[in-house]
């Protein structure tokens, strides 16, 4: 069975760093790319980041490039590790936080994701 769980989230201040994570669990996972997502009540899913490969080719939105940071962990053959350390946060970071993974960047770009996760809350006080 395949699943997400993400982890980490939390209240912060502004100027402040969470790292949030997710385990990917369930077979198949290194051939997939991860990512990362955010939600606020009444809009779409926006796309952070992703990673894909063994050495990787990580993207991000230009919304959290240099202040995000996406990392991967796959020694554990049972177990993908997916990583995001958020660091300068601000209050417009506050959101729910997904880890996603796909089978192509592409896809999980537009959100056109196979797995999801349940989603951490982080939110960032002014």
């Known amino acids: 069975q395949v699943q997400l769980e993400e982890s980490g989230g939390g209240l912060v201040q502004a100027g402040g760093s969470l790292r949030l994570s997710c385990v990917a669990s369930?077979?198949?996972?290194?051939?997939?790319?991860m990512g990362w997502f955010r939600q606020t009540p009444g809009k779409a899913r926006e796309y952070l980041a992703s990673?894909?490969?063994?050495?990787?080719?990580?993207?991000?939105?230009d919304s959290v490039k240099g202040r995000f940071t996406i990392s991967r962990d796959k020694s554990d053959n049972n177990k993908n590790l997916l990583y995001l350390q958020m660091d300068t946060l601000q209050p417009e970071d506050t959101a729910v936080y997904y880890c996603t993974a796909s089978l192509t960047v592409d896809s999980l770009r537009r959100a056109q994701c196979d797995y999801w996760g349940q989603g951490t809350q982080v939110t960032v006080s002014s």
């Open positions: 990673i894909k490969g063994i050495f990787p080719i990580i993207e991000y939105a």
């Open positions: 369930g077979r198949g996972f290194n051939n997939y790319a």
